[in-house]
């Protein structure tokens, strides 16, 4: 069997997908945890491209998630556009998570919660529409890499900004209702982000 190792900050962040299909798929890894004041002095430089995270399977980098991807071109250019729509508020939490200044997290939130989730909001639900009238999943009907992706984008979470979008709500139940998704929320560290 191969070695995994998973290389991040000590936070949930763009690592807790990767940890979560691990968790999924019953795959052991190590979980290495750069932990506070050693990115700079000690592991950037050793990271390909010099950012994490990152992923080796025996010393080379993981591509795909196997399995948990799509079973065609036609639903894998589907997870990969509910991915990009779900990066969009990642990038966006990025800018609240690396200020300091309690003034500008303030708008970066406010822009955050009515300007750019719900925008994403209907979005997604016009995606999950498309497959079976929204009420089964984006594609196919079975947990694949994109419902990961779509229940950690914590943005869509903000004092309930989802309720109002009926169908992602209802999604999001059923993806967190999942045995192995509920089993690993519930034994993750826990972390600040």
Same mark, same amino acid.
């Given at each position: 069997m191969p070695k995994y190792k998973l290389v991040y900050f000590n936070s949930k962040g763009r690592a807790e997908v990767t940890r979560l299909l691990f968790h &999924? /798929?019953?795959?052991?890894?190590?979980?290495?945890?750069?932990?506070d004041g050693q990115w700079n002095t000690k592991y950037k430089l050793e990271m390909p491209c010099k950012q994490v995270p990152v992923l080796f399977i025996d010393g080379q980098l993981l591509t795909h998630y196997q399995s948990l991807y799509g079973q065609t071109n036609l639903q894998c250019a589907r997870i990969?556009?509910?991915m990009d729509v779900c990066?969009?508020?990642?990038?966006? &939490? /990025?800018?609240?998570?690396s200020t300091e200044d309690p003034e500008e997290q303030e708008s970066?939130?406010?822009?955050l919660k009515h300007e750019e989730?719900?925008?994403v909001c209907i979005n997604l639900e016009t995606l999950l529409g498309q497959n079976n009238g929204g009420d089964g999943y984006f594609v196919g009907d079975t947990i694949c890499l994109y419902f990961v992706i779509f229940n950690l984008s914590e943005?869509?979470?903000i004092d309930d900004? &989802? /309720?109002k979008y009926p169908k992602l709500s209802a999604l999001f139940d059923r993806v967190a209702s999942n045995e192995k998704v509920s089993e690993w929320v519930k034994k993750r560290p826990v972390t600040k982000y």
């Open positions: &999924l /798929g019953g795959y052991d890894y190590e979980d290495f945890r750069i932990r990969d556009a509910v990066n969009d508020l990642r990038y966006s &939490l /990025g800018k609240w998570f970066c939130v406010r822009v989730a719900p925008t943005p869509l979470y900004i &989802l /309720g």
